[in-house]
């Protein structure tokens, strides 16, 4: 089956202890991205990745790090997450970027206290 | 850069009945979706439906390019429907962050029993 794999999907953590949300897609994407979604905010994107070894920012990169080493895994670091870090994460991967449907993950609760 | 809007913003209905989301956007698209936010916070894949007209089920959607405007429709209403309904758009002109969709704020749909 086709899918967009996230890990965790929830994690309470306290501030400043290094976290990594886990993204895996099975459908030979080149294109891959991050969202945080908040109330009253919507959707945002953090980071995104063109292809292995490509990325770039989004709107809100800041406290966000990410590596594409291979095509299929998409990681995001939070390395010292904050409290205004807690949100709701997606991962989202299609075949390039463009005029192609875009398939996101299931998301993660993070909350950091 | 692109503005999506969608209408109504909130939406209560008995079951079975039928309704009507609307998604208006600022510019040209080559990818526009249609998400249902369940719940549990999955986005869940509805269409992708750039433009013409798309069935699956109870559901089905419309989307006229060259008007910059979007329909969902939802037949025989079920309290499984419930949930959050976003339309996003890939805008041609590209723009500041390749492949970043653009969400409208959503409309909420809530089916009573």
């Known amino acids: 089956e086709a899918q967009v794999t996230q890990n965790p999907r929830y994690l309470i953590t306290v501030t400043g202890k290094k976290l990594t949300v886990t993204c895996s897609q099975n459908m030979n994407h080149e294109y891959m991205s991050w969202y945080r979604q908040d109330p009253g905010l919507g959707l945002r994107q953090i980071y995104y990745?063109?292809?292995?070894?490509?990325?770039d920012k989004g709107d809100v990169p800041e406290g966000y790090k990410v590596s594409r080493k291979e095509k299929r895994n998409f990681p995001l670091i939070l390395e010292s997450p904050s409290p205004n870090q807690t949100s709701l994460y997606f991962c989202a991967s299609s075949l390039s970027g463009g005029d192609q449907p875009q398939h996101f993950g299931d998301g993660t609760r993070l909350s950091i206290l | 850069g692109i503005q999506v809007e969608q209408s109504p913003p909130d939406l209560i209905l008995q079951e079975g009945a039928n309704s009507t989301l609307r998604c208006n956007f600022s510019d040209s698209v080559n990818n526009l979706q249609w998400f249902h936010q369940n719940p549990w916070g999955q986005l869940i894949n509805l269409f992708y439906?750039?433009?013409g007209t798309k069935q699956n089920g109870r559901l089905s959607a419309t989307t006229v390019a060259t008007e910059r405007y979007s329909l969902l429709y939802i037949s025989s209403s079920q309290t499984t429907d419930s949930g959050v309904y976003f339309c996003?758009?890939?805008?041609?002109?590209?723009?500041?962050?390749?492949?970043?969709?653009?969400f409208g704020q959503g409309t909420i749909l809530t089916v009573h029993p």
């Open positions: 990745s063109m292809n292995v070894e490509v990325t």
């Open positions: 439906i750039p433009s």
């Open positions: 996003a758009v890939l805008p041609n002109a590209g723009g500041t962050s390749y492949g970043k969709l653009t």
